[in-house]
């Protein structure tokens, strides 16, 4: 079964500071891979994709995350944290590419700091 | 992108009673499906909602429960019937197709407390 693992459920940084929220996934064949963010009261906003291609993606908001195969990995990164940066993040899985359900991590808050 | 709407936004149901959630997108789409997000967790789909046939569940959820419809390529619905305080979440349809490949694009959501 497919799986997404999302290493911390709260992260905190402070602002300016580097951002990494780290996704790990398990799927038995190569899986189309999201990362979406979710504000305060608010749907799910896509922040990037990998689907094939480029293994370094980037997506809204300076935010950009690599697909590292051997790893089964798709950390998402910024280099500089912006306090409107502050939301719920999730790192998702079709596993059978497109027009397939979704599988997600179980989310990771990220706090910024002033 | 997509826009999605959803109707209602929120509503407060006393336990028993159905509510039944719409979902709108602005151009036609090949899939539509339904999540559901628990207080505090993460999303968990409930059903692919096929256009002119029955919907498809995941483990766990029925049809009786939870029927779903899809008229045409840009509607749909989701039903939560008989509920009780466990059917407090949020429900979000997503969408993907026509012009929107390879990604699903998600609806604001509808919160739903039922006391």
């Known amino acids: 079964a497919q799986s997404v693992t999302q290493l911390g459920s709260h992260v905190s940084v402070s602002e300016g500071a580097l951002v990494l929220l780290r996704c790990n996934y398990s799927?038995?064949?190569?899986?189309?891979l999201f990362w979406y963010v979710q504000y305060p009261n608010q749907g799910l906003q896509l922040l990037l994709k990998?689907?094939?291609?480029?293994?370094l993606v980037k997506g809204i908001n300076g935010f950009e995350a690599e697909f590292k195969k051997s790893e089964t990995s798709f950390h998402l990164t910024k280099p500089s944290a912006h306090m409107s940066d502050a939301a719920e993040y999730f790192c998702?899985?079709?596993?059978f590419g497109k027009g397939n359900k979704l599988v997600f991590g179980a989310g990771t808050i990220l706090r910024v700091k002033s | 992108s997509a826009v999605i709407s959803q109707k209602p936004s929120r509503d407060i149901c006393q336990r028993g009673t159905s509510l039944t959630i719409q979902c709108q997108v602005d151009?036609?789409?090949?899939?539509m499906f339904w999540y559901r997000q628990q207080p505090g967790q993460s999303l968990t789909l409930i059903a692919t909602?096929?256009?002119?046939?029955?919907?498809?569940?995941e483990s766990g959820f029925v049809i009786d429960k939870f029927p779903i419809s899809r008229p045409n390529l840009t509607f749909s619905t989701l039903t939560v019937s008989n509920m009780s305080p466990e059917d407090s979440s949020i429900y979000l349809c997503?969408?993907?197709?026509?012009?929107?490949?390879?990604?699903?694009?998600f609806g604001p959501g509808t919160r739903l407390t039922v006391l």
């Open positions: 997503s969408v993907e197709g026509g012009r929107f490949t390879d990604t699903q694009y």
């Open positions: 799927s038995s064949v190569p899986p189309y």
């Open positions: 990998y689907t094939t291609g480029a293994t």
């Open positions: 998702a899985v079709s596993p």
């Open positions: 151009s036609q789409v090949t899939m």
């Open positions: 909602a096929n256009q002119g046939s029955e919907a498809t569940y």
